[in-house]
């Protein structure tokens, strides 16, 4: 396995229901370096810049109201294949098929607000860090 780095969001949904902590603890517990942590609340065109992937999707509009609407955690963690952990650790998409202890199991509520967000790949990890953390060194130092 390869030291890596992914990008994660806490959604609007987990931050106003006071869940930032105990995802970052469970982050932790799960053997997560946080190497970055920023809360902020996105722009509209922020939200479709970052999902301009799903731009001709019908919830696009829907999804970028959402992550808008208050603020999200957002960041870095690096661990040992830390792309498909974090992967595991949040879930399925919708908490209602995800399996049990996983964040979106714990603290998402439908398929929309599903708590968090993180990369699919390591190369989408490292286009969303630099579209959050302009001009940063995505990689793990080894």
């Known amino acids: 396995m390869a030291l890596e780095r992914t990008f994660f969001i806490i959604k609007p949904d987990a931050v106003a229901a006071g869940n930032t902590g105990n995802i970052l603890a469970h982050i932790e517990k799960d053997g997560f370096k946080i190497v970055a942590l920023h809360r902020t609340t996105l722009t509209r065109a922020q939200a479709e810049g970052f999902y301009a992937v799903h731009s001709h999707?019908?919830?696009?509009?829907?999804l970028c109201d959402f992550m808008t609407r208050g603020p999200v955690v957002i960041g870095s963690l690096e661990k040992d294949?830390?792309?498909?952990?974090?992967?595991?650790?949040?879930?399925?998409t919708d908490p209602a098929k995800a399996d049990e202890g996983t964040m979106r199991k714990l603290f998402g509520t439908n398929v929309g607000e599903n708590a968090t967000h993180g990369s699919d790949s390591l190369e989408n990890a490292q286009i969303e860090l630099s579209f959050f953390f302009a001009g940063w060194d995505c990689k793990p130092k080894a």
């Open 57 to 62: 999707r019908p919830f696009f509009g829907e």
């Open 81 to 92: 294949d830390a792309v498909a952990s974090w992967r595991k650790l949040m879930g399925a």
